[in-house]
């Protein structure tokens, strides 16, 4: 049965372009929700005032659009927990740290960062994990405002009781037991007043009603810290699972020499939405469903049981297979507007029909247009060595009887076929092959019965005359 109080959230940074495991990782909260009829919300994580720019928040907003992703609550949008950005929640964020501080689950603390550096060394040179000694767990009242008059800077730490557990179901891998002696007290708020990723990410979700936090592995260890934090507050702790995240085909983690690791890559090398959704759906979702889907049948399909433990390869390969499908799935009209300026703008109607409808097939991105449009409306194309030897081996008699059938019946393949045929007895490859490599300069391609109706008659002629004696 439906679940309609299902909420789920997708918090990128924008601190740079959208990568594919961020994207997926929207995608499948996207319809996590939308399977369920709930709800989805974009919320922006930008407290790293540095690196966050509108610019990078805008872009990442037309990703997601591009992508097919809209969201209930969020930027452009709105909802009851807004505003959505998180730098414009510090207020928010300031009450709940000296809530923290007032109860006791929370202390500042002085430590430079030499000193923390050196206390970590000696931690590891003992064979211990290295998590923060308390040094400034049991500072008295006074020692705290000496170290505040003497002009040092404090954070607040979180206050790990030790000797505890931290269990929690995670619904990608299963149960989950962290034990708070290796977890050490941790940074709630930074020196500069700023909130730490951990506080506000998890107050955010309990504040907006998250109830399934659905990210990427590497944060499975930031959950017990969250669970603490939300359980100390007296905040809802949603229930949390961790995807596999995307590496290449080596097994190492995605990156600029695996190729296209953005959507702004892909988008910039043609790939439409439908191929990009599809291969993504794929990666770490293991499901029956074989064939090209649409976003309803994704979310219809989407099962947090059917998502993996192991780390998903991106295949350039499998994603052209979609691409590929994309392409010849697509309206006409929307071929037009995705090939842009590769199909020339100079074509009738009627030829611009006839072109797309030759070419799609062949077709996987808008730089094949090109190229196909350079083929067939463009010079005399060139041959290679092995192609000139087939049209000449095929002889001036062949060429005479093909130019003289484009004369009288234009780009009809049957009548010039037929007529050469005739006058030469050729038929199969040895008389197609010849035609082809006349008339394209290559010996495959779009079936070339659709592609003669698109190609100007003066130009089919010329183009066998060039051959004929």
Known sequence: MPEPDIVTRFAPSPTGALHLGNAR???????????????????????????????????????????????????????????????????????????????????????????LELSRKAMLAAG?????????????????????????????????????????????????RFATDEIGDFIVRRADGSAAFFFCNAVDDALMGVTHVLRGSDHLTNTPRQILLLT???????????????????????SKRHGATSLADLRRQGYLAAAVRNHLFRL??????????????????????????????????????????????????????????????????????????????????PADVHAWAKIV???????????????????????????GAAAAGGGDLASISAAVRDATGRKGPALFKPLRLALTGLDHGPELAPLLRAMPRATVRERLLRYAH
């Open 232 to 254: 100390a507050l007296g905040l809802l702790v949603p229930a949390y699972g961790h995807v596999s995240l995307i590496v290449g085909e080596d097994g190492a983690p995605l």
């Open 284 to 365: 770490g979702h293991s499901g029956s469903e074989q064939g090209f889907m649409d976003l309803e049948a994704m979310a219809a399909a989407f099962d947090t049981r059917h998502l993996g433990r192991s780390p998903s390869r991106f295949d350039q390969v499998q994603l052209d297979v979609w691409q590929k499908g994309a392409v010849h799935a697509m309206p006409d009209a929307d071929f037009g507007a995705w090939a842009g300026e590769a199909l020339p703008a100079t074509l009738d109607p009627v030829t611009r029909a006839a072109f797309v409808a030759a070419v799609r097939p062949n077709v996987v991105f």
């Open 377 to 403: 409306f463009g010079g005399l194309p060139s041959l290679s060595e092995a192609g000139e030897a087939v049209v000449r081996d095929a002889g001036g008699r062949f060429f005479d009887a093909a130019a």
């Open 128 to 176: 211990k994990p290295p998590r923060y000694a308390g040094t400034c767990l049991e500072l008295t009242a006074a020692q705290r405002r000496d170290r505040a008059a003497r002009g040092l800077a404090a954070t607040l730490r979180f206050r790990v009781h030790q000797g505890a557990e931290v269990a929690f179901d995670d619904f990608v891998h299963g149960p989950q």
């Open 25 to 115: 990782t929207a995608l499948f909260n996207y319809l996590l929700a939308r399977r369920a009829g709930g709800r989805f919300i974009l919320r922006i994580e930008d407290t790293d005032l540095e690196r966050s720019t509108d610019a990078y928040l805008a872009a990442l907003v037309d990703d997601l659009r591009w992508l097919g992703i809209d969201w209930q609550e969020g930027p452009e949008v709105g909802g009851p927990a807004s505003p959505y950005r998180q730098s414009e929640r510090s207020a928010l964020y300031a009450d709940f740290q000296e809530r923290l501080l007032v109860t006791g689950a929370a202390y500042p603390c002085y430590c430079t960062p030499t000193e």
